[in-house]
C-alpha cells in the first residue's frame, strides 16, 4: 500500500518486484580521443543523431534561429520495427565543449551529454532521467500498461546509451584523425 501524500507517479508498479521499472536515471560514460568542442559540435548538431542513435533516424529544429540554444525545440523521429513516432524536445543545456542537454515533451524524459577532460581526449557521459511528468503520463495513457510500457522505455534507454556512445566515439575518432591526417 502506499504511502499517504503519495503521489501516484511516486507509486508506479510498486507492487512489482525491484526490476527496471525501478530505474529512473541511467548515466554512463566513454573516453573519447577528441578535443571537448569537437565532440559538443557533434552531439549538439542534432540533424546528425541519426547517425549514432538506434531509435532516432532524423531530427530537425523547430526554429532554425534559436538552433542550439536553450529553450529551442526541436523534432525527432523515432522509428523500431513494429511503430514510428515523432517527439518534441527543448533545449535545456547549451554550454560549449561542457553540456548539451535536451528534455522531451518539454517535461517528460532529459537526456543530455556531459563533457569532461581526460588524459587520453575527453570522456563523454550520456544521461536519461525519466522524469515525474514522464512517469505520470505514462500511467495516464496506458493505465494498468504503465508498467509495461515504462519498462520498456527503460529497457530501451538502457541497452541504447552503450550503442550510442560508441557510435559517437567511432565518429568523433575518425574526425580528429582526418584532422590529423590534414595537419
Given at each position: 500500500?502506499?504511502?499517504?501524500?503519495?503521489?501516484?507517479?511516486?507509486?508506479v508498479?510498486?507492487?512489482?518486484?525491484?526490476?527496471?521499472?525501478?530505474?529512473?536515471h541511467?548515466?554512463?560514460?566513454?573516453?573519447?580521443?577528441?578535443?571537448?568542442?569537437?565532440?559538443?559540435?557533434?552531439?549538439?548538431?542534432?540533424?546528425?543523431?541519426g547517425?549514432?542513435?538506434?531509435?532516432?533516424t532524423s531530427?530537425?529544429?523547430?526554429?532554425?534561429?534559436?538552433?542550439?540554444?536553450?529553450?529551442?525545440?526541436?523534432?525527432?523521429r523515432?522509428?523500431?520495427?513494429?511503430?514510428?513516432?515523432e517527439?518534441?524536445?527543448?533545449?535545456?543545456?547549451?554550454?560549449?565543449?561542457?553540456?548539451?542537454?535536451?528534455?522531451?515533451?518539454?517535461?517528460?524524459?532529459?537526456?543530455?551529454?556531459k563533457?569532461?577532460?581526460?588524459?587520453?581526449?575527453?570522456?563523454?557521459?550520456?544521461?536519461?532521467?525519466?522524469?515525474?511528468?514522464?512517469?505520470a503520463?505514462?500511467?495516464?495513457?496506458?493505465?494498468d500498461?504503465?508498467?509495461?510500457?515504462?519498462?520498456?522505455?527503460?529497457?530501451?534507454?538502457?541497452?541504447?546509451?552503450?550503442?550510442?556512445?560508441?557510435?559517437?566515439?567511432?565518429?568523433?575518432?575518425?574526425?580528429?584523425?582526418?584532422?590529423?591526417?590534414?595537419?
Amino acid at each position: 500500500m502506499a504511502a499517504a501524500g503519495a503521489r501516484k507517479s511516486d507509486r508506479v508498479c510498486e507492487d512489482r518486484p525491484m526490476s527496471q521499472i525501478s530505474i529512473r536515471h541511467h548515466q554512463e560514460s566513454v573516453t573519447v580521443q577528441a578535443s571537448a568542442a569537437t565532440l559538443y559540435d557533434l552531439v549538439s548538431d542534432i540533424t546528425r543523431t541519426g547517425e549514432w542513435s538506434p531509435v532516432y533516424t532524423s531530427c530537425w529544429w523547430d526554429d532554425e534561429v534559436n538552433a542550439g540554444r536553450p529553450g529551442a525545440w526541436f523534432t525527432g523521429r523515432n522509428e523500431f520495427p513494429n511503430r514510428s513516432w515523432e517527439t518534441r524536445s527543448q533545449v535545456v543545456a547549451a554550454d560549449r565543449g561542457r553540456e548539451f542537454a535536451w528534455v522531451v515533451g518539454g517535461n517528460l524524459v532529459r537526456w543530455g551529454f556531459k563533457l569532461t577532460p581526460a588524459d587520453t581526449g575527453t570522456t563523454l557521459s550520456e544521461s536519461w532521467d525519466f522524469l515525474p511528468d514522464g512517469i505520470a503520463m505514462f500511467e495516464e495513457k496506458y493505465a494498468d500498461a504503465a508498467c509495461v510500457q515504462i519498462a520498456d522505455r527503460t529497457r530501451q534507454a538502457l541497452d541504447g546509451i552503450p550503442k550510442t556512445l560508441a557510435a559517437i566515439k567511432r565518429i568523433a575518432e575518425s574526425i580528429t584523425a582526418a584532422e590529423e591526417a590534414r595537419s
